[in-house]
């Protein structure tokens, strides 16, 4: 919701909170009562330069990549970042590793973020929208909007459908409240803004993944040919002959036109050409990836 340490002119957290927000649009006259707060599904994420400072303030040289559904760098859909901690394979994040995701929730901002090598991502979960629809009750607002539907978790893929939107109107039928100004909330680390410059040159760890790789000769196509044959760039990724859950990553770090594969698997998932991506075959529009429409 807020820091201390924000509250000054200069600082890049300096007016851009939830309550600085809404506290704003009061002070011109807006009446509360007429104030509907916005609250997002979905996280803003961001590529760290430095692997030993992953707090809030670090310095940072790009955006996430894309998501799988909502195609756009920085931005992660709430469904796309459970899909992401859950996910056994990290196809659009070569420098992650499954399962192995850090999450630190702000005792002051009342949020997560979570940091996977390079990878770091601010969200708001089911607590942080209760505290702030808290927040809401506490300030007698209109009510609380989200954006949006599409986003939350609508297929209960991670437990009740749509827990974000159902959070919410929990906590505005329950009426409690929280007022954001309390002081002595305990702190997730945070980087020395005068301390640390972004150097770039600096390199991250190497890749690691937990996916299948091959370990036998090159395997064939249907027509015999070997599956390098497919390949017509380093680091590319092809769908699997045959197998619409696996893919295959292109390697030819030397320039010499020969290929070596790496095959990967989404699991229960599909490997979709299109945005390189492991998507749910089940969602309308996937259908086609295994020949189920």
Known sequence: MGRSEENHQGHPGFGYHTVDTMEYYASLGAPPEKMVMGIPTY??????VDLENDGLYCPTDDGIRQGPYTLQKGIWGYNEILQAMNNDTLINLPEAEPHAWKVVTDG?????????GPYWIGY?????VMWKTRYINFRGFAGGMIWSADTDDFGGNDGPAYPLLTS????????????????GCETAPIC??????????????????TEEVTT????TTSEGAPLGSLCDEHNEYLPYPGDCHKYLMCKDADGDGE???????????????????????????????????
């Open 259 to 293: 290929f070596d594969i790496i095959i990967y698997t989404c699991g229960d998932y599909a490997f979709n050409p299109n945005i390189d991506a492991c998507v749910d075959p089940n969602l309308p529009g996937n259908c086609y990836l295994c020949g189920n429409c």
């Open 216 to 219: 036998e000769p090159p395997r």
């Open 124 to 128: 708001d979960d089911v607590d942080s």
């Open 108 to 116: 002051c901002y009342k949020a997560p973020y979570m940091v996977n």
């Open 43 to 48: 996280g803003r994420g961001y590529q760290i």
């Open 192 to 209: 020395d803004l005068n301390a640390i410059t972004p150097d770039p040159d600096l390199t991250t760890a190497a890749p690691t993944t």
């Open 168 to 183: 919410i109107n929990q906590a505005l039928a329950d009426g409690d409240e929280y007022d954001p100004n309390v002081t």
